[in-house]
């Protein structure tokens, strides 16, 4: 093998995993290439998740604003947009993100290959281009960073051209008048918000007893309501027994025996690790049923010299956390050890129309574990900046120890609430007896803001306690 197919470290996929470990590693100054299976950077995360999914989001919520908002809308005109028209927007922001990316690689000097990534020996790989050609690559260590997948169940025909995954739903090009969502979980609930923000009659099968349940009830039941107000109507506890494509669209039979008919159904019912193509057993590894790797504190796998980052080490799954273990695992690499970990209480934030975030125990978690929690509540309706941008759907709830006052968990329903609780979570994160509720009321808030939903939400908790 040439020497310059020789590396430090292979990186295999370019998502912010992959990204994040590349970049702290060819900072650290070793010799890094990284594998990209697609023809170019930023991985599910910027082609098929995150930034497509957000993007669409931005769109629709915009053309509600404008719909609903009388300084726009006059004599009874809406402006009206379908799925295809909006995929432009997607698509415009996709390509800045991709190029902001590959600058990354080009300043940083780190080597690109792009090509399907799969082990021949524990130190080799063989890189299969898009014209079959194929180059063996090796390194002294790898981190695996290849993402995640739809999961695709055997009797669902995802080559009907009416049946969708979150990956193929990007390529929508007609205009479904009625969708059925199967799977009511983040993603499929993101999902709802944008086809029924753009009008389209939603039905979203939940195989659950209640919308996304780690999060806390009464975030789940604004959810479910706002759901339910505007129209998508949520189907609990259902599971399918035969999704069948017919000419016109869709048809669901469903256990319980109801039967569903739509335009065209979007299937996002679990995610499936990248490891199929990998050839692990070359490597010496294996992967769990769902595709993922076993991975330490350090994410090595149970190969000393082959890492793993991101989806494909399962939970939390997030984008955010991906390039955070992506850096870690650099350390680790460098250094033997890494030098920070993952925080222990990682924000959750959902794009759903009201927005949803979250960080800390909920009610049902302190209740659970008998700890003496206090609440104090704030309502958007109720603060100068939400009436004045008419956002006044939304609430803020801050729990915290009735004795100690320790911040314990933060809920924040409405617009901007993925913004909002990064304020609550800095003071959360704060050591000693800084991090306890009276901090909202012993600072001044500028005003008119969002943020003061902290100090009424403080003031009201504070008041309970006797
Ligand atoms: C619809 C949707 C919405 C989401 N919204 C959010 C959100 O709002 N916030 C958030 O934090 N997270 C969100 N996520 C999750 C987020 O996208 C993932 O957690 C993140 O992309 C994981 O990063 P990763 O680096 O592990 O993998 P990925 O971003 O999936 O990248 C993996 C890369 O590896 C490549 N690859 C795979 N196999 C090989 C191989 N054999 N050889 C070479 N290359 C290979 C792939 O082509 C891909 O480019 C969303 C996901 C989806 C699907």
Redesign the pocket.
Known sequence: MAESNHFDVIV???????EGAAMGLTKAGLNVAI????TSV?????????IP??SLRHAVSRIIEFNSNPLFCHNNTSLHSTFSNILSHAKSVIDKQTRLRQSFYDRNQCSLIF????FTDKHTIAVTQLDGTEELYSADQFVI????R?YQPKDVDFMHDRIYD?DSILSLSHDPRHIIIYGAG??GC?YASIFRGLGVKTDLINTRDRLLSFLDNEVSDALSYHFWNSGVVIRNDETYEKIEGTDQGVIIHLESGKKMRADCLLFANG?AG?TD??NLSAAGLNADSRGQLNVDSNYQTDVAHIYA????IGYP??????YDQ?RFVAQAIEKGQADSHLIEDIPT?I?TIPEISSVGKTEQELTTAKIPYEVGRSSFKHLARAQIAGKDIGSLKILFHRETKEILGIHCFGERAAEIIHIGQAIMEQKGEANTIDYFVNTTFNYPTMAEAYRVAALNGLNRLF
Do not use: F
């Open positions: 295999i996929g370019s998502g912010p995993g992959g594998v990209e299976k697609e930023g991985g599910g995360c910027t082609h098929w998740g995150t999914s957000k090509g399907t990534a799969r960073a290849t993402g995640s739809p979150s983040v993603i993101e995610r990248n193509k990998l980052v991101g989806d494909v799954s997030l984008a955010s956390a991906a992506g934030g794009y």
